[in-house]
């Protein structure tokens, strides 16, 4: 009734940073807040998220980039250059 769970599920997932590791969560909200500030118009591809990561000492695939923007329920760049556009026409 309880069922197994694998020994990770009880850890946080870990990135490597300047500083040492950084929790999931936190390199999270940093892509969170990227996205949040980037120009509609020309919005961040994954790739680029990874190099803005890179310059603020995180070190990170793109695959976990947009995995971690999928989790938060962020579309893709080019959805977002979309909706952008939709927002400016109507």
Do not use: C, H, W
């Not at 990770?8 to 500030?37: C, H, M, P, T, W």
């Not at 070190?59 to 400016?88: C, F, G, H, Q, W």
């Amino acid at each position: 009734p309880q069922g197994m769970f694998e020994l990770k599920y009880f850890f946080n997932a870990a990135i490597q940073g300047d500083d040492g590791d950084l929790a999931a969560e936190a390199v999270k909200s940093k892509i969170r807040q990227l996205i949040k500030q980037e120009n509609p118009k020309k919005p961040f591809s994954d790739q680029a998220l990874v190099n803005l990561l890179k310059e603020d000492g995180v070190t990170i695939a793109r695959r976990t980039v947009a995995k971690y923007r999928d989790m938060l329920r962020i579309p893709s760049s080019s959805e977002r250059r979309r909706r952008a556009r939709l927002n400016m026409a109507g």
